[in-house]
């Protein structure tokens, strides 16, 4: 065990796998000889060389394929979006190709692939580099995706991503890379996809959480303790597929839920997750579902509109409150 | 090294040797020279090169797809086929000649009008039937249907239906043989309106970077549906296109098979040795619409059958009689057998059984995960 940042332990993850296998290769924009645009591919390239670590042009609906095909090939290809935005050009190939190819081929040709990269707001680099567009791979039958909030957690998901036989949408956060937090050293830790984490135990309201949002959570657990409520936070980590089976039997618990997500609101995770708790556990709820979400505006540049778009604690701590009907 | 496109026809407007194509409403540019003398000629010669068994494997290829396709057509009007059906005759010299230059393992992938590529490279006229049939015993188990075959038996790797799709896809095949040391080549087939995607620059501008051995076969057919090519593209040399990536290309007459196959195996040869990629423009025609369901009011009666003298399997079959590799007899043999190879995979597809109703959930994941279990 050691601290490090969450930029560190995807590195250890990505460098530990490429010497376990191979057929693992890493591709994206800058992830070689510039180290990655935020650092997270640093001295790959020195150790592994330039047949696994690959510079690309800024192609990505062309890299995405590349990698897509290379998969159905026998290899095991890394695809790193400098940011999730830069993946909508890419999107034709990771739904109509990665997506699909498994099923509509009757089972021949499975896809491991990792699409990874940061996503989410970063600091003031407004609309078109702030989305968390989370909601849309998960919408896709045939795609997994996975969203880590801590350094043992990025290490052990992506692990896990690279090892799996399936298309994997794993993002990042870019505003957690510098978090700080306690890491396996052994080569074989893992963590399995589709396996929530309780963040948090308590027992008077549900916080679910995913990504940004968890520390937010665990900050607005700390002051509703002050105030005599228990929270308990739970964190996904996989969106699809959803554990839900944990998050029901906090809800069952704690009869109250808050579900905060930096994304925005409509046809969102968190309308999925309250929809199926309402399907599963209306009688255990003693409050509506509440969900706290990222403004439903493209992201603003101005520092102050920045900060309004994006929930933060006291939004957390006040849904809570209501929920508990303690306003 | 370079090949140079040769010059297109429509440049030599003083030879008399092209035919003139009315150019209302049909639209197509002309076809590859159409002296008849200088393609008998050039057929004559490659004929000499090949071994009687070859020739015969290719005619009786060519001809089995046509029939093939036919039949197919007839199911889809009596209601056997659902969805889209594409039919590819008229253009069959392309798939055939081209994947009969190339091994087993090696790689094909084309677009959604795909019958005769995925028979072409091996795989049974049945499993093909049956998927259109939507059957069990379909090569995709009937979850893909006409667009989605695949057969990982013989590397065929479909099978897609987003025009330009496969093209970044086989990119990646061919990188994948060449990370692996393996000297496969792979063949991406597609439409010319394909060219028009970013899919394909995106590509060739990447192969040609990491010298990856794909070879793009486009099968220019005039028209991207119902809109011609030049309707559709600012500049339509699309073997010059080539030069934009410093890629090595030639420009094909799609209705000779013999030409097809030997500009691949050239390609074959560049991909092999040096890793390097190749475009082939094929310059084909389509003679049925663009699906089942194509009213075909964008050009012109006189259009198709214009290109209809120059019918690929007819053609071919007049060099054949003319140099003596096949008897009036023997191709009659061929056409036997041909139809018996139809009809068995006709009678394959109608008994095989609807997919089961569990099939709807299998195949969505390689891994599929039970949310929550740890291991």
């Given amino acids: 065990m050691a601290v490090v940042t969450m930029r560190e332990a995807l590195n250890q993850a990505l460098r530990e796998e490429m010497l376990r296998d191979e057929n693992v290769f890493l591709m994206g924009e800058e992830v070689a000889a510039y180290e990655g645009a935020y650092k997270v591919t640093k001295g790959l390239l020195a150790e592994l060389g330039d047949k696994r670590v690959i510079d690309t042009p800024i192609t990505e609906l062309g890299f995405a394929g590349l990698g897509v095909g290379a998969a159905m090939a026998g290899l095991r290809p890394i695809i790193e979006f400098m940011t999730f935005n830069f993946s909508i050009l890419a999107t034709d190939q990771i739904i109509n190709s990665a997506a699909k190819m498994l099923y509509m081929s009757g089972g021949q040709f499975k896809v491991p692939i990792v699409f990874?990269?940061?996503?989410?707001?970063?600091?003031?680099?407004?609309?078109?580099?702030?989305?968390?567009?989370?909601?849309?791979?998960?919408?896709?039958?045939?795609?997994?995706?996975?969203?880590?909030?801590?350094?043992?957690?990025?290490?052990?998901?992506?692990k896990s991503a690279i090892r799996d036989d399936d298309p994997v949408i794993f993002m990042e956060q870019e505003r957690m890379y510098g978090n700080k937090g306690e890491v396996s050293d052994d080569v074989e830790f893992t963590i399995p996809l589709g396996v929530a984490d309780i963040k948090r135990e308590g027992t008077d309201a549900t916080i679910v959480a995913r990504s940004l949002m968890v520390?937010?959570?665990?900050?607005?657990?700390?002051?509703?303790?002050?105030?005599?409520?228990?929270?308990?936070?739970?964190?996904?980590?996989?969106?699809?597929?959803?554990?839900?089976?944990?998050?029901?039997?906090?809800?069952?618990?704690?009869?109250?839920?808050?579900?905060?997500?930096?994304?925005?609101?409509?046809?969102?995770v968190s309308a999925e997750i309250g929809s199926q708790i309402m399907e599963r556990a209306f009688d255990y709820l003693d409050a509506s579902v509440r969900r706290v979400s990222g403004a439903d505006v493209p992201m603003p540049y101005a520092k102050n509109l920045e900060e309004l778009a994006i929930p933060g604690v006291d939004q957390i701590v006040a849904a809570v409150r209501e929920v508990a009907y303690l306003d | 090294?370079?090949?140079?496109?040769?010059?297109?026809?429509?440049?030599?407007?003083?030879?008399?040797?092209?035919?003139?194509?009315?150019?209302?409403?049909?639209?197509?540019?002309?076809?590859?020279?159409?002296?008849?003398?200088?393609?008998?000629?050039?057929?004559k010669e490659r004929l000499s090169g090949l071994d009687r068994a070859t020739l015969i494997g290719i005619y009786h290829e060519m001809v089995l797809v046509r029939r093939f396709e036919e039949k197919a057509a007839e199911a889809y009007s009596s209601g056997k086929i659902g969805g889209f059906c594409h039919l590819y005759i008229g253009q069959e010299a392309v798939a055939i000649g081209a994947i009969s230059a190339i091994r087993k393992d090696d790689y094909a992938l084309t677009s959604y009008r795909e019958h005769a590529h995925a028979i072409a490279k091996g795989m049974t006229p049945e499993s093909v039937m049956?998927?259109?049939?939507?059957?069990?015993?379909?090569?995709?188990?009937?979850?893909?249907?006409?667009?989605?075959?695949?057969?990982?038996?013989?590397?065929?790797?479909?099978?897609?239906?987003?025009?330009?799709?496969?093209?970044?896809?086989?990119t990646g095949v061919a990188f994948a043989t060449k990370y692996k040391?393996?000297?496969?080549?792979?063949?991406?087939?597609?439409?010319?309106?394909?060219?028009?995607?970013?899919?394909?620059?995106?590509?060739?501008?990447?192969?040609?970077?990491?010298?990856?051995?794909?070879?793009?076969?486009?099968?220019?057919?005039?028209?991207?549906?119902?809109?011609s090519l030049k309707r559709a593209m600012s500049f339509q040399d699309i073997a010059e296109k080539a030069r934009a990536y410093e890629i090595a290309a030639e420009f094909v007459d799609g209705m000779d098979v013999l030409a097809v196959r030997e500009a691949t195996q050239r390609a074959v040869e560049r991909a092999r040795k040096d890793y390097l990629p190749t475009l082939l423009e094929v310059r084909t025609y389509r003679f049925m619409g663009h699906s089942m369901s194509d009213p075909g009011n964008y050009r012109t009666r006189a259009e198709i059958e214009q290109h209809q003298e120059r019918d690929p399997i007819k053609l071919f079959a007049a060099s054949l009689k003319e140099e003596g590799v096949l008897s009036d007899a023997e191709f009659k043999e061929i056409e036997a057998k041909v139809k018996e190879q139809v009809e068995r995979a006709v009678q394959f597809a109608e008994d095989s059984p609807l997919p089961a109703a569990e099939e709807l959930f299998t195949d969505v994941y390689a891994n599929p995960i039970v949310p929550g279990k740890r291991d």
């Fill in chain 2, 130 to 170: 049956a998927e259109l049939y939507g059957k069990a015993g379909g090569c995709s188990k009937g979850k893909g249907g006409s667009m989605h075959m695949f057969d990982r038996e013989v590397n065929f790797l479909g099978g897609h239906g987003i025009v330009a799709g496969q093209i970044p896809l086989a």
């Fill in chain 1, 116 to 158: 990874r990269g940061p996503s989410g707001s970063a600091f003031q680099v407004s609309s078109q580099h702030s989305q968390a567009i989370e909601s849309w791979f998960s919408y896709f039958p045939g795609l997994k995706v996975v969203m880590p909030s801590t350094p043992a957690d990025a290490k052990g998901l992506l």
């Fill in chain 2, 181 to 227: 040391g393996t000297d496969q080549v792979t063949l991406c087939f597609f439409g010319e309106a394909a060219v028009n995607q970013g899919a394909f620059h995106e590509s060739l501008n990447m192969a040609q970077l990491w010298k990856l051995p794909c070879i793009y076969i486009c099968e220019n057919n005039q028209y991207g549906m119902g809109t």
């Fill in chain 1, 215 to 268: 520390p937010m959570a665990l900050k607005a657990a700390d002051v509703l303790e002050q105030q005599g409520v228990s929270c308990e936070v739970i964190d996904p980590r996989t969106i699809r597929p959803l554990d839900i089976e944990t998050i029901l039997k906090s809800v069952k618990k704690t009869n109250r839920v808050v579900i905060a997500e930096e994304s925005h609101p409509y046809f969102g």
């Fill in chain 2, 1 to 43: 090294m370079r090949k140079r496109a040769p010059e297109p026809s429509r440049r030599q407007a003083g030879d008399k040797s092209v035919a003139v194509i009315d150019e209302e409403p049909g639209e197509a540019i002309d076809s590859p020279s159409l002296d008849q003398e200088a393609v008998k000629e050039a057929q």
